[in-house]
């Protein structure tokens, strides 16, 4: 997700109270990055095929049942296929019928997550499917989302498990230092930063370490 003030006081723009509040009103305060769309998309595509394969398969199905109907001279071997192609059927739509409320939790899950900062896209995607699991089944009674993630997330004390979470306070250091070393696209080097740019980003995050930058700029 981005934040769509902290992006737009990025690119230069000073923005009042006033307008800060419209903002959040019509748009909210965070948006989905071009990824996320694209990502989101991708999975509504996978689905809609698979969702055409199985509507394909059980229309296959549903034609040969009829054709055995109209046409087997043997009553017994009618019935028997009858019996086998009803239930395969019954379990093609099981199939579709589980994959659809995965689909449904996943998408849950990922909402969830807006606000949540893992450690790493591989520990952020294990809790995910962990979590999916648990509101598919029927430990999810009487609970909600929130309860369920605590029971992956937080020890028998009730403490968050570590190297799992990154609070927002570390997650924001980490954004303004990768800001100054250069990584998100568009933005200069942390050598390349002023000093007062360099200290404007200190007071901003007290507990960042700007003093190997500014040694940097003495080396250059």
């Not at 509504?44 to 394969?53: A, D, I, R, Y």
Request: net charge negative.
């Amino acid at each position: 997700m981005v934040k769509v003030i902290s992006e737009l006081e990025k690119i230069g723009l000073s923005l009042t109270d006033e307008q800060k509040e419209s903002i959040k009103k019509s748009m909210g305060e965070e948006l989905y990055s071009k990824q996320e769309l694209d990502k989101k998309l991708s999975k509504t595509q996978e689905l809609e095929e698979k969702n055409k394969e199985l509507v394909g398969k059980q229309e296959t199905l549903e034609k040969e049942l009829q054709t055995m109907r109209d046409s087997a001279p043997d009553a017994d071997a009618l019935n028997q296929k009858i019996a086998e192609l009803t239930t395969t059927l019954e379990t093609e739509r099981k199939e579709r019928a589980e994959k659809d409320e995965r689909a449904r939790l996943d998408g849950l899950v990922t909402d969830f997550f807006a606000d949540k900062h893992f450690v790493n896209a591989i520990t952020a995607d294990a809790i995910k499917a962990q979590l999916v699991d648990k509101l598919n089944s029927d430990e999810a009674r009487g609970k909600s989302i929130s309860d369920l993630f605590d029971t992956i997330v937080k020890d028998d004390k009730g403490n968050y498990k570590p190297d799992i979470l990154i609070d927002e306070k570390t997650f924001q250091a980490q954004q303004n230092r990768s800001q100054i070393v250069g990584n998100p696209i568009n933005q200069l080097d942390g050598a390349k930063l002023s000093t007062a740019e360099l200290m404007k980003l200190k007071n901003k995050n007290p507990d960042m370490d700007i003093t190997p930058y500014l040694n940097r700029k003495k080396e250059k």
